[in-house]
């Protein structure tokens, strides 16, 4: 099993920038397809952006599309969320998430959060206005 922990957020003004981290353990991050999610007080969890095994798909939600990239560092077993432009209705709990793939999903991105097997326990961002 790989456990994941966030760490990056904090409090920023709108049109500020923060730079998510997710560091792997007990296995190599490079073993998943791994995403980012987000959660606001009163809402569900949402996909933010998507990263398959093979590295080389994302996908990102339609309300950060060309604000935020996911990158994964496999030489420091570690998965990023750099989002810049920051809106305050960007404000959430914000998650890493792994899951395991097979020999016909490697290409895939996985979008839903039942699709995913592993969590992180979350990092705060808020943007002020």
């Known amino acids: 099993q790989v456990q994941l922990v966030e760490s990056g957020g904090g409090l920023v003004q709108a049109g500020g920038s923060l730079r998510l981290s997710c560091a792997a353990s007990?296995?190599?991050?490079?073993?998943?397809?791994v995403g980012w999610f987000r959660q606001a007080p009163g809402k569900e969890r949402e996909f933010v952006a998507g990263m398959s095994w093979s590295g080389d798909r994302t996908l990102y939600a339609d309300s950060v599309k060309g604000r935020v990239t996911i990158s994964r560092d496999n030489a420091k077993n570690m998965v990023a969320l750099q989002m810049n432009s920051l809106k305050p209705e960007d404000t959430a709990v914000y998650y890493c998430?792994?899951?395991?793939?097979?020999?016909?999903?490697?290409?895939?991105?996985?979008?839903?959060?039942?699709?995913?097997?592993?969590w992180g326990q979350g990092t705060q961002v808020t943007v002020s206005s």
């Open positions: 998430a792994g899951r395991s793939v097979t020999a016909y999903s490697r290409i895939y991105v996985y979008t839903r959060h039942h699709e995913y097997e592993y």
């Open positions: 007990g296995r190599t991050i490079s073993m998943y397809a």
